[in-house]
């Protein structure tokens, strides 16, 4: 099948290999990354792995909303259809620093940008699929929708641990409200890769033993994205092949209805 398949944080790790894997199958796969010059390199790889098919690219930077609006803009005028949209940008930052929207950027960038881009592309994904890209990480935090912004007592992998929670709770509600989509999250492991922005972060996902490579993650990502609908469950959250029952905060329909109702409030959507 010939997919339109958009994949967010794609310059790099994961989202770099589930992009080289799928354009290898014959997709148009659309590249969203944030640095220009990794989004260019990445660009390359998707290309020669499609054997010359030139793949979409777009630069964005999911902690700025009008960069994700952007982004959508482009991807509405530029394709009829869009079968899958793969969020799996975000990553773990090391310090509190909040983006010019007014938030925390870990939820930003995590969370928000990827809830406004999938709401404003609703309507071009009817009858596709939605895969976020989450972690085993939530259960280390879970979202305080009522304060989105933070406090600036920060704590980089619980803060990052809410965001996948909200990864979690925002795919379940997903496939709630909008039954014409399937919608999941995934754990893609701990993967080697180019990941968070501090020193010793950056060293670990580097350098430490046993880590998943990322053609391994990706190829889970692409497995999510391409296996026919009746195969997965819908608002699930999958480790390796299968779905599991992530940490109670993150699999209450309650607080994710709330967490959709804030979120919204947050993009203005």
Known sequence: MDRTVVI???????????????????????VV????????????????AGNGREPGRFRADFESFQQVRDLATYLLETYPRIDVLANNAGGMIANYRRTADG????????HLGPFLLTNLLRERLAGGRIVNTASDAHRSGRPDPDNFAGN????SFQT???????????????????????????????????????????LFYRYAPLLVTPEKAGALLVRLATIPAKGLVDGGYYVGHDPKKPAS??????????????SEA????
């Open 8 to 30: 967010t944080g794609a310059s790099s790790g994961v989202g770099l290999a589930a992009a080289e894997q799928l354009a290898a199958q014959g997709d148009q796969v659309v």
């Open 33 to 48: 990354g944030r640095d220009p010059q990794r989004l260019a390199a990445a660009v390359a790889k998707v290309r020669q």
């Open 103 to 110: 938030y925390e950027a870990t939820v930003q960038g995590n």
């Open 152 to 155: 600036g007592k920060y704590r």
């Open 160 to 202: 990052y641990g809410a965001a996948k929670s909200a990864n979690i709770l925002f795919a379940s509600e997903a496939a709630r409200r909008w039954p014409d989509i399937t919608s999941v999250s995934f754990h893609p492991g701990v993967v080697r890769t180019n990941f968070g922005d501090g020193t010793l972060t950056r």
């Open 249 to 262: 905060y993150a699999a209450d329909p309650a607080a994710a209805a709330r967490l959709w109702a804030a």
């Open 266 to 269: 947050a993009v203005g959507i």
